[in-house]
């Protein structure tokens, strides 16, 4: 399990991240929503080791993070950043390979999970295609699919970080980017995922962290953090809260 205690990190003389405790549970889609600048990005940076803990510490399975070798990391822990690129020209599959490093299970299974990753994350199409070659959000798909093959098949003990992943994307793969994102944590991973859609957050998220000016300000499930005064708190954004007629979950409606 990862876990952030007490973590706080700062820029300079700035608190940016104060006080987080948090633990990502197997199977479990948490979705991390704030605005600007409230810390979002920081947190997946400090979850994953790029950012070190000023105060309070990050763990996997009880172990401090930072004492991990580096392979055996990668095998239990994944990120995809807001910005991914390369500047060579690989075949997509070539790309999603990359994702395999850490392992050692051979050229056949290898294979067999970039092809499945491909098309967990819809690039199936794209696979000999050259990565330079993409749209902005293809290349992002293409990335979401080696952060997957990094962990495939994703069992509990595993953790995928993902930092906006449907920035880049249009409607319809915003959705089948995070229904595999759904699946994925369906096969016993944890799943940390920032985003900036509250109604994206609501349908697919089990669990939501809410942030203020780098502190926890509501967090648990979108029943209760999506509500119209703690987004008014946060965002100052006047909304009405209804239910969506077929799945049941809230939908925000700004006013």
Same mark, same amino acid.
């Given at each position: #399990? !990862?876990?952030?205690?007490?973590?706080?990190? %700062?820029?300079?003389?700035?608190?940016? !991240?104060?006080?987080?405790?948090?633990?990502?549970?197997?199977?479990?889609?948490?979705?991390?929503?704030?605005? /600007?600048?409230?810390?979002?990005?920081?947190?997946?940076?400090?979850?994953?080791?790029?950012?070190?803990?000023?105060?309070? +510490?990050?763990?996997?399975?009880?172990?401090?993070?930072?004492? =991990?070798?580096?392979?055996?990391?990668?095998? %239990?822990?994944?990120?995809?950043?807001?910005?991914?690129?390369?500047?060579?020209?690989?075949?997509?599959?070539?790309?999603?390979? #990359?994702?395999?490093?850490?392992?050692?299970?051979?050229?056949?299974?290898?294979?067999?999970?970039?092809?499945?990753?491909?098309?967990?994350?819809?690039?199936?199409?794209?696979?000999?295609?050259?990565?330079?070659?993409?749209?902005?959000?293809?290349?992002? +798909?293409?990335?979401?699919?080696?952060?997957?093959?990094?962990? =495939?098949?994703?069992?509990?003990?595993?953790?995928?970080? !993902?930092?906006?992943?449907?920035?880049?994307?249009?409607?319809?793969?915003?959705?089948?980017?995070?229904?595999?994102? +759904?699946?994925?944590?369906?096969?016993?991973?944890?799943?940390?995922?920032?985003?900036?859609?509250? /109604?994206?957050?609501?349908?697919?998220?089990? %669990?939501?962290?809410?942030?203020?000016?780098?502190?926890?300000?509501?967090?648990?499930?979108?029943?209760?953090?999506?509500?119209?005064?703690?987004?008014?708190?946060?965002?100052?954004?006047?909304?009405?809260?209804?239910?969506?007629?077929?799945?049941?979950?809230?939908?925000?409606?700004?006013?």
């Amino acid at each position: #399990m !990862l876990c952030a205690e007490s973590l706080s990190v %700062r820029r300079g003389a700035a608190v940016v !991240l104060a006080g987080i405790e948090l633990s990502l549970q197997p199977g479990e889609v948490l979705g991390v929503l704030g605005p /600007n600048g409230a810390g979002k990005s920081t947190l997946l940076g400090a979850l994953s080791g790029e950012l070190r803990a000023d105060d309070g +510490r990050v763990t996997l399975d009880q172990r401090a993070l930072a004492t =991990w070798p580096g392979r055996e990391r990668a095998r %239990r822990l994944a990120v995809l950043p807001q910005s991914s690129t390369l500047s060579f020209s690989f075949a997509v599959r070539e790309v999603v390979a #990359m994702g395999r490093l850490p392992h050692a299970s051979g050229r056949l299974r290898d294979g067999q999970v970039v092809e499945l990753a491909l098309r967990a994350a819809d690039v199936a199409h794209l696979a000999g295609r050259s990565y330079l070659a993409l749209s902005a959000g293809e290349r992002q +798909r293409v990335h979401l699919a080696r952060v997957l093959a990094q962990l =495939w098949p994703g069992e509990a003990g595993q953790n995928l970080l !993902l930092d906006e992943p449907t920035s880049a994307l249009d409607p319809l793969h915003q959705h089948t980017t995070l229904q595999a994102v +759904r699946e994925f944590a369906g096969q016993g991973a944890a799943v940390l995922v920032v985003l900036h859609d509250l /109604n994206l957050a609501a349908r697919y998220c089990d %669990r939501i962290l809410l942030l203020r000016q780098g502190r926890a300000h509501a967090l648990g499930t979108p029943e209760v953090v999506l509500q119209a005064a703690p987004l008014r708190e946060v965002f100052g954004l006047e909304v009405l809260i209804q239910r969506h007629p077929e799945r049941g979950h809230p939908l925000i409606v700004a006013r």
